[in-house]
């Protein structure tokens, strides 16, 4: 990477500046301690129902198991960002280096790309646990289960890989002042000395492509599995199955309905207060609410949480 030796540049800086939220010492200190809680909250949910799956056997199916999966995932996703978001809450100079930054850059579009996979996969467990039930446990058998799981890590690492490594190389000029609380691929690319059209059309049609593929195929698994409910002959058996899918579509409402608004065009002009809003909505608020969602609409996992927790 390059850095140009532009007048508006000042010796003493060693990477990007990360703005964040400008406000008073006062509320930051605030900020701090907001998403410090919703922090650690994140962690303990994700990480109860990690734990209540490992320890109830009644939980080891490949429903559960992907649940499990998916909640780890989402403890390194808000990871990811977080802390580093909390250090600069405290920071007065808000730096973070070149290596840095294109580091949580990489981790975490990587995890969200296998979060995108994660998505389909559970989508499709449901499709086959309800449109397929005699079959479905000769055909959802472990070795399939921990195929699509591994598959889904090794495809959403290396989804950005190229182009990451491409904006890497770049020469930035400027103030590189991010007006982010992240490293995000509008604001670098925004800071390069010269633009790519290429790079900005191969990072737009890679972040459509991640995003629309995944989100067509649940769309179609759940097509099928409401024609499937709708022709079961008892409203006990609808109700269970609506149940039961009912927390995975939540969470992919949730997911999908904002982050698609940033990353289809990444270098689109989005407001900065607005950009930051959305990312911290899919990229926090998310991965917090989400234990919440899969807990409250599950008998099963409830009936595992409370064991967990003894009461």
């Known amino acids: 990477m390059k850095i140009s030796n532009n007048p508006n540049n000042t010796s003493t800086i060693t990477g990007f500046i990360l703005l964040g939220?400008?406000?008073?010492r006062e509320g930051q200190i605030l900020l701090f301690v907001l998403f410090s809680g919703v922090y650690l909250l994140t962690l303990m949910g994700n990480g109860s129902i990690i734990c209540a799956v490992c320890w109830d056997q009644r939980l080891h199916t490949p429903m559960y198991i992907l649940l499990a999966n998916f909640?780890?995932?989402?403890?390194?996703?808000?990871?990811?960002?977080?802390?580093?978001?909390?250090?600069?809450?405290?920071?007065?100079?808000?730096?973070?280096?070149?290596?840095?930054?294109?580091?949580?850059?990489?981790?975490?579009?990587?995890l969200g790309s296998t979060e995108c996979f994660f998505l389909a996969i559970m989508a499709f467990d449901r499709y086959l646990a309800i449109c397929w039930p005699l079959h479905y446990p000769t055909l959802m058998i472990g070795r399939l289960c921990s195929n699509l799981v591994v598959s889904c890590w090794v495809?959403?690492?290396?989804?950005?890989?190229?182009?990451?490594?491409?904006?890497?190389?770049?020469?930035f000029c400027g103030s590189r002042i991010i007006d982010h609380f992240l490293c995000d691929p509008g604001p670098l690319l925004a800071l390069t000395c010269t633009r790519f059209p290429v790079i900005e059309l191969m990072s737009s049609t890679l972040s459509s492509l991640l995003l629309f593929i995944p989100f067509l195929f649940i769309m179609v698994s759940y097509s099928l599995v409401l024609r499937a409910?709708?022709?079961?002959?008892?409203?006990?058996?609808?109700?269970?199955?609506?149940?039961?899918?009912?927390?995975?579509?939540?969470v992919v409402s949730l997911f999908y309905g904002s982050v698609m608004v940033m990353y289809v065009s990444p270098t689109s002009e989005h407001e900065a207060g607005m950009q930051k809003i959305v990312t911290l909505f899919y990229s926090v608020v998310t991965p917090f609410i989400n234990p919440v969602i899969y807990s409250l609409r599950n008998k099963d996992m409830k009936r595992a949480m409370k064991k967990l927790l003894g009461t």
Not at 236 to 241: I, P, S, V
Request: proline share 5%; aromatic share 20%; charged share 5%.
């Open 21 to 24: 939220f400008p406000c008073s």
């Open 155 to 171: 495809l959403g690492f290396l989804w950005f890989l190229i182009p990451i490594i491409i904006i890497s190389q770049m020469s």
């Open 229 to 250: 409910v709708l022709r079961f002959p008892s409203a006990a058996g609808q109700r269970k199955a609506f149940s039961t899918c009912g927390s995975h579509l939540a």
């Open 71 to 110: 909640s780890f995932l989402e403890i390194c996703y808000v990871t990811s960002t977080v802390p580093n978001m909390l250090a600069n809450f405290l920071s007065d100079n808000k730096v973070i280096s070149f290596s840095g930054c294109f580091l949580q850059f990489y981790f975490f579009f990587s």
